[in-house]
């Protein structure tokens, strides 16, 4: 039975995009048939961030029934699959938010796992992308303010009966000033699926078009969403084994 998973959050630039695309590519680690969907049809960054800015079939073209859902899938280097949205505006003006919820059958016909990267906030856009999940994910900052959009995003989950499976928390960097994931976990009432430290890998393995799990599969970051991935798929994952070597730290400082 596959799953749908919808990656959405309170606010912008807490690192959703980032999390759909590594959460992909560590199920895709796990030998899961994944596919990434850009449910951000305003400003939408998997096909971006992924090498495929612009492609011939894209999920706009489904909102419009003009092409049938395989049409818009394309397979990336690294094995995982994504369904990019249009950059065009005039695709945007076009497209139907609500015919989202149609697509849930069939994107069920195309993966095991179907991640999809919905907009921030609480619009009308973030919830229809919410309306397709069977379960969310909320990505958030160790930040108060962050945190407290978090929570309006689970309390509106909760209204619309959508099950939350936890929460990711992004941008980690482990100081005193940060919310601790006791804190977190207590003003969220969620599970805490895991804590991605604030990595320069990050930045990195976007100019190389992949996910950080796989231009930098040992980073702090990679290994925290391999954890994660692992938590959700019920596979063992010890990422202490998968620390890089002294030597390969040395040689890394080095470039």
């Known amino acids: 039975m596959s799953s749908i998973i919808v990656i ?4 912008g630039g807490v690192g959703k995009t980032t999390t759909a695309i590594n959460l992909g590519a560590a199920m895709n680690y796990f030998n899961k048939d994944v596919l990434i969907v850009d449910g951000n049809l305003s400003t939408p960054n998997v096909g971006i961030h992924l090498g495929a800015p612009e492609v011939p079939v894209s999920l ?4 419009l029934k003009k092409a049938e859902p395989f049409e818009a899938v394309y397979e990336h280097s690294s094995g995982v699959k994504i369904m990019p949205a ?11 938010f ?40 909320v990505v958030t900052n160790p ?29 980690v960097r482990g100081n005193k000033i940060e919310m601790s994931p006791e804190t977190v976990k207590e003003m969220l009432e969620s599970p805490i699926l895991g804590m991605v430290p604030e990595d320069f890998s990050i930045s990195e393995s976007l100019n190389f078009k992949d996910a950080v799990v796989n231009t930098h599969p040992k980073s702090k970051s990679a290994r925290a969403y391999k954890e994660i991935a692992a938590k959700i798929l019920g596979e063992d994952y010890d990422s202490n084994k998968d620390k890089p070597s002294i030597f390969e730290m040395i040689f890394r400082k080095r470039k």
């Open 8 to 11: 959405t959050s309170g606010k």
């Open 60 to 63: 706009n073209h489904l909102l």
């Open 86 to 96: 249009s950059l065009s505006i005039r695709d945007l003006k076009k497209s139907k």
């Open 98 to 137: 609500s015919e989202f919820k149609n697509l849930k059958k069939e994107f069920h016909k195309l993966a095991d796992y179907i991640i999809v990267d919905s907009a921030a906030g609480l619009g009308e856009e973030a919830l229809s992308a919410i309306k397709i999940a069977d379960e969310l994910i």
């Open 143 to 171: 930040e108060l303010p962050a945190i407290t959009d978090a929570l309006k995003a689970i309390k509106l989950s909760e209204e619309i009966k959508m099950p939350v499976r936890g929460v990711i928390v992004t941008k």
